[in-house]
């Protein structure tokens, strides 16, 4: 099996954000609190959506969707390589859906959380996200054996983006892709 290089680590972990539905937002601290302590569960927010779609909430199969086939399009697959995109967007909505779940067990009992149990959710989190690092490593890998040149290229690119953005704003999502986050 080929050696991941970063750049290829950064694509296969950017394809994990981009299937992923708001781990940041499960992960949020909560604001202060006032006089009395209060703990209020973080909810995930809403951006703007693109000015051509109209203003509404989206739902998780909706949001893993539009990811799938916006990276189908960033990534120019072939007509030969739909067999193996098949894996990839596969993984993409079991990642989406388990780490959606995950994130509203965690938001579901946050409020009620002593500081040991408040860990180990993160930590549940954290183990829910190397479990789809890897399902997405495992599916990402043969397509973007089989790409060529230019399209790794575009991958990289598309990914690299990602990480700069994310490094400099605590991006969600990948820029570009449109897609509201969650008011669910």
Not at 93 to 104: D, L, V, W
Not at 137 to 154: G, N
């Amino acid at each position: 099996m080929a050696t991941f290089s970063l750049a290829r680590a950064g694509l296969v972990s950017a394809l994990t954000f981009a299937s992923m539905t708001g781990l940041a937002a499960a992960q949020s601290t909560p604001p202060a609190a006032p006089a009395a302590p209060q703990r209020v569960a973080p909810t995930a927010q809403q951006a703007v959506p693109p000015a051509n779609v109209a203003a509404r909430s989206y739902t998780t199969e909706e949001r893993i969707e539009a990811r799938v086939q916006d990276l189908h399009q960033r990534l120019g697959i072939r007509p030969e390589q739909e067999s193996k995109w098949k894996g990839v967007a596969a993984a993409m909505r079991e990642n989406g859906k388990s780490m959606e779940a995950a994130m509203e067990k965690r938001r579901d009992a946050w409020a009620k959380m002593s500081a040991i149990e408040d860990l180990k959710s993160y930590q549940q989190m954290s183990e829910a996200h190397s479990d789809a690092l890897k399902n997405m490593i495992d599916a990402f890998t043969p397509l973007y054996e089989s790409m060529s040149a230019d399209q790794r290229r575009a991958a990289d690119e598309v990914f690299h983006r990602y990480n700069q953005a994310a490094a400099a704003s605590g991006a969600e999502r990948p820029p570009g892709t449109g897609i509201p986050k969650a008011t669910n």
